[in-house]
Nanobody, 127 residues
């Protein structure tokens, strides 16, 4: 049974950094699109970043470009989201997702294209 486990969330002041991890169990990286989504209270879930594990191509939402970096460690079978210069508007529950066939042309932002989801990790940024 595939399970995605996120960790690394927490509370931080504006301008601070956090690194989220997504560790799959029962699943090993293959050539597919893996992503990070977030959902703030009262808002819809939105795509934050994605990586195509077959070639390392990365994709970002405009709101996080230049501040967040998505990466993968094949040896550790783990995906990361390094979040720098955090803002209060980054406050949300962050979810990792795996096994979308494609990342390009906006596919990475479509929740329905991902097969597996984690339970989420909370990120709170105070001003």
């Amino acid at each position: 049974q595939v399970k995605l486990v996120e960790s690394g969330g927490g509370s931080v002041q504006a301008g601070g950094s956090l690194r989220l991890s997504c560790k799959p169990s029962g699943y090993f990286f293959s050539s597919n699109c893996m992503g990070w989504f977030r959902q703030a209270p009262g808002k819809e879930r939105e795509g934050v970043a994605a990586i195509y594990t077959g070639g390392g191509y990365t994709y970002y939402a405009d709101s996080v470009k230049g501040r967040f970096t998505i990466s993968q460690d094949n040896a550790e079978n783990t995906m990361y989201l390094q979040m720098n210069s955090l803002k209060p508007e980054d406050t949300a529950m962050y979810y990792c997702a795996a096994e979308a066939y494609y990342c390009y042309d906006g596919h990475w932002q479509r929740e329905e294209e991902y097969k597996f989801w984690g339970q989420g990790t909370q990120v709170t940024v105070s001003s």
